[in-house]
């Protein structure tokens, strides 16, 4: 678990530490719990696996932001009297009996992998292509740019889509989807509007947080190039926040 934090550290990618606690927390659970077969995507099973509780997964989510996004550093003191606890907690969640004995107490024992001194340096490239960071020191936010293919099965705090190009201005195209109008797909949809919907049913399913568009102004217009206004309070009404991100303002207060 403190090997991925460190690894994300130097690789300025949340991804990783997401995905090695969660590989964490589940081989702890497979102590209590023969046949348990992680998937792929670590993260994304242990949130499936603790949807019928609130309290636990909400650790399991501060867990994943305090250590993960925010890359807190994990000391030892920290590791015993806080993180600990948590981590048995929710393993024992996922694997429905109190996990104790001596593999469970040898998985759980401190180890040292601060940047510091850990031998993770040395083995781990740095991978900053389609990575931006923001501010260039010291950076808060880092967004890695990539297709909607590549991330699928993936799960992120939050995802930004961009308005792309195929045949038609994509996000345009699922509209009507986006305003509540219509609901999943017509027999009589092209084949090129089904894939593009597939697409961005996988693109808006990433965040577990945050769900973002950019969108060009021309779709809240109307054909007079004024701003539609019912068409802006519907998507309000829907939990959408509009910002002209040019201007740096709501659009509409």
């Known amino acids: 678990m403190a090997l991925g934090v460190s690894k994300a550290t130097l690789q300025g990618e949340s991804t990783i530490a997401v995905e090695k606690i969660a590989e964490a927390i589940l081989r702890l659970s497979g102590e209590g719990k023969n046949g348990l077969s992680p998937r792929r995507y670590r993260h994304r099973q242990i949130l499936e696996m603790l949807q019928d509780s609130d309290r636990i997964c909400g650790r399991y989510e501060h867990l994943i932001e305090t250590l993960a996004v925010q890359r807190q550093f994990l000391t030892e003191e920290s590791w015993i009297g806080k993180w600990r606890p948590i981590v048995l907690e929710i393993a024992e969640t996922i694997s429905r009996m109190p996990l104790s004995g001596a ?139 509009i910002q002209d991100v040019t201007r740096q303002w709501p659009l509409l207060k």
């Open 103 to 241: 593999a469970v107490e040898s998985f759980l024992r401190w180890e040292d992998y601060s940047p510091a001194t850990s031998k993770v340096e040395s083995n781990v490239s740095v991978n900053t292509a389609n990575l931006y960071r923001h501010p260039e020191q010291n950076p808060l936010v880092n967004i890695q740019l990539a297709s909607i293919h590549s991330v699928k099965g993936q799960t992120h705090t939050a995802t930004l889509v961009l308005e792309t190009f195929w045949k038609a201005h994509n996000l345009q195209k699922v509209e009507s989807w986006i305003l509540g109008e219509r609901i999943g797909c017509t027999i009589g949809e092209s084949e090129d509007q089904i894939k593009r919907m597939k697409l961005h049913y996988v693109a808006m399913t990433r965040p577990t947080h945050l769900l973002c568009f950019a969108i060009k102004r021309r779709m809240l217009e109307d054909g007079r190039g004024n701003l539609d206004l019912t068409k802006i309070q519907v998507l309000k009404r829907r939990g959408w926040e």
